[in-house]
């Protein structure tokens, strides 16, 4: 009986070390499984969230940046048959030595291949000079390239007809660099045109159009 207060006292204190050493386990425990709890939320927030604020983002670019159209005019059409028209008269300028080569043989005493190079400058000329077009083109506009393009086919048809003479062929073959130097500028005109001047529906027809002067004069010249 006297050891019994102390024995009572050890027992306590065995059994409070041990409830808090549970209340730790168990307090651990809780811990570990809220901070898994919390991780596992974080990485499913991390993951989830993502994915919506891309869509949301996606939804605000939207909203900020409308689908723009492109404003329709009636004159569009008169354009691209002013541009055909320009680009029929070009291709007259390219095969007129051809379909009647005999005859020019004959009137500028010179042989065949000489009257297959002016049909043949016009690729060479495309060469060197498509690369300076396009920047132009991207650079300076249409109207620039369009204008520039119509001078020089201008300007060598007016070398030919004033070098009409059999003395004089070196000129009229300078006269016909000067339209393959046109044709240069005409060449990228058509997709540019039709995107720039028609609309969604309308892009693959303006687009025929503009090249349908061409291949007209060059089948008629055939």
């Not at 409830?19 to 989830?48: A, F, H, I, M, P």
């Not at 409308?66 to 354009?79: D, G, Q, S």
């Not at 291949?113 to 060469?127: C, E, G, K, N, V």
Request: one cysteine or more; aromatic letters at 14%; charged letters at 15%.
């Amino acid at each position: 009986m006297a050891g019994g207060p102390g024995m009572h006292s050890i027992m306590s204190s065995e059994d409070e070390f041990s409830g808090e050493w549970t209340d730790g386990c168990v307090k651990t425990r809780d811990t570990d499984w809220t901070t898994t709890k919390e991780r596992t939320s974080l990485g499913e927030y991390n993951q989830l969230p993502l994915q919506d604020s891309l869509e949301a983002s996606a939804a605000d670019t939207t909203q900020l940046l409308p689908l723009m159209e492109t404003k329709l005019y009636k004159r569009r059409w008169v354009m691209l048959f002013i541009f055909s028209a320009y680009s029929m008269s070009n291709a007259f300028m390219w095969l007129q030595y051809s379909i009647i080569s005999n005859i020019f043989m004959r009137f500028y005493n010179i042989d065949s291949m000489a009257i297959d190079w002016l049909s043949m400058i016009y690729f060479l000329t495309y060469i060197p000079f498509i690369l300076p077009v396009i920047w132009l083109l991207d650079n300076r506009g249409m109207r620039d390239v369009v204008v520039v393009g119509s001078a020089f086919n201008c300007i060598g048809a007016w070398i030919k007809t004033s070098t009409a003479h059999p003395s004089m062929f070196a000129m009229t073959f300078f006269g016909q660099f000067v339209c393959s130097v046109s044709t240069v500028y005409l060449l990228g005109i058509p997709s540019k045109l039709a995107s720039l001047w028609f609309g969604q529906q309308e892009v693959s027809t303006a687009c025929a159009i503009g090249v349908l002067g061409s291949q007209v004069c060059s089948g008629i010249s055939t």
